[in-house]
């Protein structure tokens, strides 16, 4: 280690900073005043640096470097207003994670069209004209380009201060992002108002993208690799705020350079590397800042939309009827195997996969729906569950059966750890937090070799041999799951249950009336690690193993979007949105190369005929049929 090490650390996190603000200040724009959470930012990120790789390509020779190179992020903001007023526009009164929905569905389709036009392969692009050499700084040569980069951050960041401070423009998104409905009241024209925030925001993200691609390859990572960071930035300066969003871009970039420059030191007698703190240090800062300041460094309690969304409707009880369907059902799967004989061993595999992605998802929709808790990191206790069940079995040399009982209690105490600090906050930064913890956790499992396999995660966790024959096994997964569901089922029309929708529709009220709005919210978080952690043990057992993508970001979004698609307000809603997205997921894939776009665009079809997912819509259908009926008799 040295000073020269540490300066040029130092100017590299800069560097890196100013990228960093660019896409997370359009995120934060566009969360300020639309209050969507725009899943498909990195995506526009992404398509910066592709689309400046063709046009500095084709156009370079003939307009310039420059030129060519800015006209990407103008294209960014053209294809980001498109966006808003083809697809955002017409969801806005929809519940706000059918937004997340439709930008998640946006994600899979930018990256395969995405694939489709330029390939698999990273890009590489030529150097920035006028800025190909380097500048010696105390001994150490150091890449003229990063000056640049440096400068221009602070330049933006001047730039759109005085946009919003001079502007009339700038007024009114400051006025919209305080209380946007009043802006509407008074005469402003709310539609055009967002799409012009929408297309600065991607325009930001697509200008950072262009940017990076002297400095680094565009490559298909880029989305999910940027969008991360961006949430983390845009929640820990504050929602809206862009002094709030340069600041921690400064902060998050500059502890990164520094646990680099650390490299592996010995503490203690212990060797600790922290440059691969670098993989979960902003999601450590996430979690202190909202746990210390919950509306980040220089953000402010978000003021409740008026008409935001559709409230939450009440759950209702299931008819004989209804419960005769369930019994059916479940009497179907059960025969199916003896029915199906060998030939429907592959279905008897996918069903299995159903079975865990309905537990998984109902333990979800537990908190998500009647808690009104929304988590993007609830395949932590997946992923916990799973490894704690692989640990006891390849550690321990225990049986099936008690890791599938032991195993459940490791995610438990995850939740129990977690939920302590996540049930303190709300809205959206309940959900940061929640990322934040599944990040840990996924970080946590991915670097530990030694206990976790690491990378590789844990292998040669197979059932034993009489689970193994025949359809045992499906027969066990099904049995579990059920009594999982039925479990969660009783538990919503319990007092519990109860209590929990009281505490999401009105926590003073509820406070007001002697119910423990924080005990009863933890508690029901730990019910819903239980149950997941038990649908990843199983999933152990099932894939004989378990690897850190069983807790990643993908994995928790998936969860959701099981949730979302069957939909939040029925209580088949996780089930049928489980066995849809699985099946949709292997059908498509199996068939075509562009299976994410396929995916994504059906999701995108069912957000905006379905808002109230498949589930609700069924059950609409069926209660316009019967008032029908009724009216028809009375008639």
């Known amino acids: 280690m040295s000073a020269s090490g540490l300066l040029a650390q130092l100017l590299n996190g800069l560097a890196s900073a100013s990228s960093l603000f660019l896409v997370s200040v359009g995120l934060s724009l566009i969360f300020g005043v639309t209050r969507t959470i725009n899943f498909a930012h990195g995506s526009f990120f992404m398509l910066g640096a592709f689309m400046a790789f063709s046009s500095v390509e084709h156009l370079a020779p003939h307009i310039g470097f420059w030129p060519a190179l800015l006209l990407a992020p103008l294209a960014c903001g053209l294809l980001g207003a498109l966006t808003e007023m083809l697809l955002l526009r017409r969801i806005y009164q929809a519940p706000e994670l059918f937004q997340l929905l439709a930008t998640f569905a946006l994600v899979l389709v930018i990256k395969d069209a ?6 698999p392969e990273e890009l590489f692009g030529p150097r920035a004209a006028g800025f190909e050499g380097s500048v010696e700084i105390l001994g150490r040569q150091f890449p003229a ?32 992002t305080q209380d946007r409905e009043m802006v509407g009241a008074l005469g402003v024209n709310q539609a055009w108002l967002f799409t012009a925030v929408f297309a600065l925001g991607t325009l930001l993200a697509g200008l950072g993208g262009a940017l990076q691609l002297p400095r680094e390859p565009a490559s298909l990572e880029m989305d999910m690799l940027t969008i991360g960071a961006a949430f983390v930035v845009v929640v820990v300066g504050g929602m809206g705020s862009i002094p709030g969003a340069f600041i921690a871009a400064l902060l998050v970039a500059e502890l990164k350079a520094i646990c680099i420059w650390l490299g592996v030191q010995e503490i203690g007698g212990v060797e600790v590397s922290f440059s691969k703190l670098t993989l979960v240090v902003e999601f450590l800062v ?30 209702r009880a299931p008819g ?23 030939a429907g061993s592959y279905a008897t595999v996918l069903l299995t996969d159903i ?4 537990l998984l998802a109902a333990s979800l929709h537990f908190i998500v729906g009647p808690g009104g808790m929304h988590s993007f990191g609830h395949a932590a206790y997946f992923g916990l569950g799973a490894y704690g069940a692989a640990l ?19 995610a438990a105490g995850g939740a129990l750890l977690y939920g302590w600090f996540c049930v303190r906050l709300s809205g959206v930064y309940l959900t940061m937090l929640t990322l934040a913890f599944a990040q840990i956790s996924w970080a946590i ?23 193994s024959q025949g359809a045992t096994f499906y027969w066990l997964a099904l049995a579990v799951c059920a009594a999982g569901l039925y479990l969660l089922r009783r538990m919503l029309f319990a007092p519990l249950g109860f209590a929990l929708r009281a505490a999401r529709d009105s926590a003073l009220r509820a406070d007001a009336i002697g119910i423990d709005v924080r005990r009863v919210q933890w508690t029901a978080f730990v019910i819903a690690g239980l149950l997941a952690g038990l649908a990843g043990a199983l999933f152990a057992f099932s894939k004989g193993g378990v690897a850190p993508d069983a807790m990643s970001v993908t994995k928790s979004v998936d969860a959701l979007v099981m949730v979302l698609l069957g939909g939040v307000q029925t209580l088949a809603g996780p089930v049928v949105g489980a066995a849809a997205f699985t099946w949709l997921h292997d059908t498509v894939a199996r068939n075509t190369e562009y299976w994410r776009a396929l995916l994504g665009g059906i999701m995108l079809v069912l957000v905006l005929l379905f808002p109230q997912g498949l589930s609700g819509f069924v059950q609409m259908l069926w209660a316009r049929l019967v008032s029908r009926k009724v009216q028809g008799a009375a008639a």
């Open 114 to 119: 995405v694939l489709w036009l330029w390939g």
């Open 145 to 176: 380009y990063d000056l640049l980069l440096i400068a221009v951050g602070p330049l933006v960041l001047l730039g759109l201060t005085l946009l919003l401070a001079k502007t009339r423009f700038g007024i009114l998104v400051r006025a919209a």
């Open 286 to 315: 996430m979690a202190v800042v909202l746990v210390w300041r919950p509306w980040g460094l220089l953000g402010k309690p978000q003021a409740l939309a008026r008409s935001g969304g559709e409230p939450e409707q009440p759950l």
């Open 320 to 342: 004989r009827g209804a419960s005769a369907a369930w019994l059916g059902l479940v009497a179907a799967l059960v025969l199916f195997p003896l029915a199906a004989g060998d």
């Open 355 to 358: 079975f865990i992605a309905a």
């Open 392 to 410: 006891l079995v390849r550690q321990l040399d225990l049986p099936m059966a008690a890791a599938l009982l032991l195993g459940p209690l490791v």
């Open 445 to 467: 499992v991915f670097q530990w070799d030694r206990f976790t396999g690491g990378s590789n995660g844990l292998t040669g966790v197979w059932p034993p041999e009489w689970a």
